[in-house]
């Protein structure tokens, strides 16, 4: 279990706070989404989670483990992190996901690597792009060869940050749909960010709206409210219910 306990970041001491009293929790299996407007602070806490930076006070702990007393590959091995702007070197899919497994074999991988590599490849349907460059695939693809390469690291949690940001409809759909599935069979927590208020309500267990570095609403799809939703986003929103769920639309210029 994920435990973040009164976080607060500042790159130093002449800025303000960037995270403000953070304080979550989230469980073997669950999906957790951060929501909110661009600079509320949702990559500055991804970041102090995996490592990139560290909490100016409060404490980060992963199933009871201070992270913050780990080495930096304990915490990959526990902790897998699929970034917004994905890179790849010019490697196939296999020696892509391969990379993965680095905190484990240092330089040279062995035959469990290997294995592991060749299970993920099944399980996610990749065997037939195995050999192929990673370059040549297109946005959906390499963001489950993205997914893969941090399942490589047999994590107890992953976090994406806006997995589906510039994916289309059809994509979007397959990342939804294989996080959900990651975490239901492997028992992972994923913790992830998105734009889109309808896709988050489709992807998520839990919901923490952040405003100003702080979480202002967390909790389940009851926070989706019109209330809320307009303090978070200084948006005009109407919500509706479509075959009983509840849909948010833009009422911008409605009349």
Do not use: W
Not at 34 to 57: C, D, Q
Not at 105 to 118: A, I, L, M, P
Not at 158 to 179: K, R, S
């Amino acid at each position: 279990m994920l435990s973040i306990s009164d976080v607060s970041f500042r790159y130093s001491n002449r800025y303000p706070m960037v995270l403000d009293g953070i304080s979550l929790e989230l469980n073997d299996g669950e999906i957790g989404v951060v929501l909110g407007r661009n600079g509320s602070g949702k990559t500055t806490l991804f970041k102090n989670i995996i490592g990139i930076e560290s909490p100016t006070s409060g404490s980060i702990t992963f199933d009871g483990v201070d992270l913050s007393t780990i080495s930096r590959r304990e915490r990959a091995q526990k902790i897998a992190y699929v970034p917004q702007d994905i890179r790849f070197g010019s490697l196939t899919v296999y020696d892509t996901v391969l990379m993965g497994r680095v905190s484990y074999f240092g330089f040279k991988s062995g035959k469990h690597d290997q294995d592991v590599v060749d299970e993920i490849l099944c399980e996610m349907g990749l065997e037939s792009f195995a050999a192929r460059n990673v370059q040549e695939l297109s946005g959906g693809e390499r963001q489950k060869i993205a997914i893969a390469r941090a399942l490589a690291q047999e994590p107890r949690m992953m976090i994406f940050d806006e997995p589906t940001g510039n994916l289309d409809i059809a994509n979007e759909q397959l990342i939804v749909e294989e996080a959900k599935r990651v975490a239901r069979e492997k028992n992972i927590s994923i913790l992830t960010s998105v734009h889109d208020l309808n896709l988050a309500m489709e992807l998520g267990d839990k919901f923490y709206f952040m405003k100003g570095g702080r979480i202002v609403y967390s909790g389940r799809d009851e926070i989706f409210t019109v209330e809320n939703i307009s303090d978070i986003f200084d948006a005009q929103i109407r919500i509706v219910d479509i075959d009983g769920k509840k849909v948010i639309i833009n009422s911008k210029g409605d009349k």
